[in-house]
Nanobody
Framework: QVQLVESGGGLVQPGGSLRLSCVASGSIFGIHPMAWYRQAPEKERELVAVIGSIGGTNYVDSVKGRFTISRDGAKNTVYLQMNSLKPEDTAIYYC???????????WGQGTQVTVSS
């Protein structure tokens, strides 16, 4: 069973930056598209960004030009660089397989991102 551990969240002012990391246990990490998702209070979990097994990326419109997803296969890690953060980016951020690669692995605890002045 793959375990996912997210980190890097925190409190940041609008316009600030954060870099999230997600470490996945298990050697099968490299064959799957990976994605970041987020869930704001009282909202459904939503897809934020996806990266393919060979590096192609896709983003939800609201984060295009501000967020960058990347992966390091040697470290079984996927990253999310978040710049120009906005209050509406406030959410718990999770990583998992890409949405076309279900069933998902068990969800990790996520990492809280709060954008506030």
């Amino acid at each position: 069973q793959v375990q996912l551990v997210e980190s890097g969240g925190g409190l940041v002012q609008p316009g600030g930056s954060l870099r999230l990391s997600c470490v996945a246990s298990g050697s099968i990490f490299g064959i799957h598209p990976m994605a970041w998702y987020r869930q704001a209070p009282e909202k459904e979990r939503e897809l934020v960004a996806v990266i393919g097994s060979i590096g192609g990326t896709n983003y939800v419109d609201s984060v295009k030009g501000r967020f960058t997803i990347s992966r390091d296969g040697a470290k079984n890690t996927v990253y999310l660089q978040m710049n120009s953060l906005k209050p509406e980016d406030t959410a718990i951020y999770y990583c998992n397989k890409g949405p076309a690669s279900t069933p998902f692995w068990s969800w990790g605890q996520g990492t809280q991102v709060t954008v506030s002045s």
